[in-house]
């Protein structure tokens, strides 16, 4: 399938409920008034495709947190790659210059597994990361290494954006490109995306990380890409991202993704967290949705191989996609 040559079809002859997916758009329209662009993708064709506010499908969205989920597969691409031994190798082998202090006992037994299941322990609480401090800092990566470990137990989850990043620098400390040029490589450019061009960051201020100048993939001082945020995707390429994922890592008969990490990334868990993919289970319904603050989605439920993306303007406290999703979309899917 090449770059725009996406086959849509009828959703009717895709087993949908039209009439279902027709509530979509005034939904939209009045409860979730910052969505940029959705995209549903039902056994791999373009079931239903809507753009807002002037965007249209060849247009990028800064998806936040959604780059986690890029970075897991690419941390699964490298293992597989042997630039990486395993998910239990520790994550202080990659930094062999970095000298715990004496009281950090923790930090030496932290794996890239803790990374990517948010089980590893930081001093702060629960949801309260300090990421504008890191941003601060000309060397985001010791400043992580020096939170690492600290307080808390290993196995406990805690959401951690500068987390994601320490994992972004293993891709880069792995096979000696950063995290963008490495997708590009081995996933962008397989899987049919748009590679991401290589944008000079002319500051670090909360504009450049987070705001209006976010364009590319961001990068830290250091030149590694933010391992948490700040990739700039189209709605399309999201979706194929998604689609990639339910055909278990592979296209055009290419495996791009090894079948066995995206089944291990995305087994359900008590922390409802896999490899840096949310997990749900409801209503005998299983689906893992790449996520992204501002209501950035990419939901992909197997079972009914259904993709649905949403792309959004950052907005605070922005609604929850999954009601949407699933009244007017998964409930449309005809069993």
Same mark, same amino acid.
């Given at each position: 399938?090449?770059?725009?040559?996406?086959?849509?079809?009828?959703?009717?002859?895709?087993? !949908?409920?039209?009439? =279902?997916?027709?509530?979509?758009?005034?939904?939209?329209?009045?409860?979730?008034?910052?969505?940029?662009?959705? @995209? &549903?993708?039902?056994?791999?064709?373009?079931?239903?495709?809507?753009?807002? $506010?002037?965007?249209?499908?060849?247009?990028? $969205?800064?998806?936040?947190? *959604?780059?986690?989920?890029? +970075?897991?597969?690419?941390?699964?691409?490298?293992?597989?790659?042997?630039?990486? =031994?395993?998910?239990?190798?520790?994550?202080?082998?990659?930094?062999?210059?970095? &000298?715990?202090?004496?009281?950090?006992?923790?930090?030496?037994?932290?794996?890239?597994?803790?990374?990517?299941?948010?089980?590893?322990?930081?001093?702060?609480?629960?949801? $309260?990361?300090?990421?504008?401090?890191?941003?601060?800092?000309?060397?985001?990566?010791?400043?992580?290494?020096?939170?690492?470990?600290?307080?808390?137990?290993?196995?406990?989850?805690?959401?951690?954006?500068?987390?994601? $990043? +320490?994992?972004?620098?293993? *891709?880069?400390?792995?096979?000696?490109? #950063?995290?963008?040029?490495?997708? #590009?490589?081995?996933?962008?450019?397989?899987?049919?995306? =748009?590679?991401?061009?290589?944008?000079?960051? =002319?500051?670090?201020?909360?504009?450049?990380?987070?705001?209006?100048?976010?364009?590319?993939? @961001?990068?830290?001082?250091?030149?590694?890409?933010?391992?948490?945020?700040?990739?700039?995707?189209?709605?399309?390429? !999201?979706?194929?991202?998604?689609?990639?994922?339910?055909?278990?890592?592979?296209?055009?008969?290419?495996?791009? &993704?090894?079948?066995?990490?995206?089944?291990?990334?995305? @087994?359900?868990?008590?922390?409802?967290?896999?490899?840096?993919?949310? +997990?749900?289970?409801?209503?005998? @319904?299983?689906?893992?949705?790449?996520?992204?603050?501002?209501?950035? *989605?990419?939901?992909? *439920?197997?079972?009914?191989? +259904?993709?649905? &993306?949403?792309?959004?303007?950052?907005?605070?406290?922005?609604?929850?996609?999954?009601?949407?999703?699933?009244?007017?979309?998964?409930?449309?899917?005809?069993?």
């Amino acid at each position: 399938m090449k770059r725009n040559d996406w086959p849509t079809a009828d959703p009717q002859a895709l087993g !949908m409920d039209a009439k =279902k997916l027709s509530e979509l758009d005034p939904k939209i329209k009045s409860r979730y008034s910052n969505i940029n662009g959705i @995209v &549903v993708v039902k056994n791999g064709y373009i079931a239903y495709e809507r753009y807002y $506010h002037g965007y249209g499908p060849t247009d990028t $969205h800064h998806v936040a947190s *959604v780059t986690k989920s890029i +970075l897991s597969a690419l941390i699964g691409i490298a293992i597989h790659g042997g630039y990486i =031994k395993s998910v239990d190798q520790n994550a202080l082998d990659f930094f062999p210059e970095y &000298v715990p202090g004496p009281p950090n006992k923790q930090i030496q037994d932290i794996t890239i597994r803790h990374l990517l299941t948010m089980t590893a322990p930081y001093p702060f609480e629960d949801w $309260h990361e300090p990421l504008d401090k890191m941003c601060m800092q000309p060397d985001w990566i010791t400043y992580t290494l020096n939170m690492l470990g600290q307080e808390g137990t290993i196995g406990t989850f805690k959401y951690s954006t500068a987390g994601a $990043h +320490l994992l972004s620098a293993i *891709v880069t400390r792995s096979t000696g490109k #950063n995290a963008r040029e490495f997708a #590009n490589e081995h996933l962008f450019k397989p899987s049919g995306m =748009k590679e991401i061009p290589n944008y000079e960051m =002319k500051s670090f201020g909360f504009d450049d990380l987070f705001g209006k100048h976010v364009r590319g993939w @961001v990068n830290d001082p250091d030149g590694n890409s933010t391992g948490g945020w700040g990739l700039t995707l189209t709605p399309r390429d !999201m979706a194929r991202f998604g689609l990639l994922y339910i055909n278990r890592g592979c296209w055009d008969n290419q495996q791009i &993704v090894p079948a066995s990490w995206i089944d291990e990334s995305t @087994v359900m868990n008590a922390n409802n967290y896999g490899y840096l993919w949310w +997990l749900r289970e409801e209503e005998g @319904v299983f689906s893992y949705s790449a996520l992204g603050d501002g209501g950035n *989605v990419i939901c992909c *439920v197997p079972e009914k191989d +259904l993709v649905v &993306v949403i792309a959004s303007e950052f907005t605070i406290n922005a609604l929850d996609r999954w009601e949407l999703i699933k009244e007017c979309i998964v409930l449309s899917v005809k069993d």
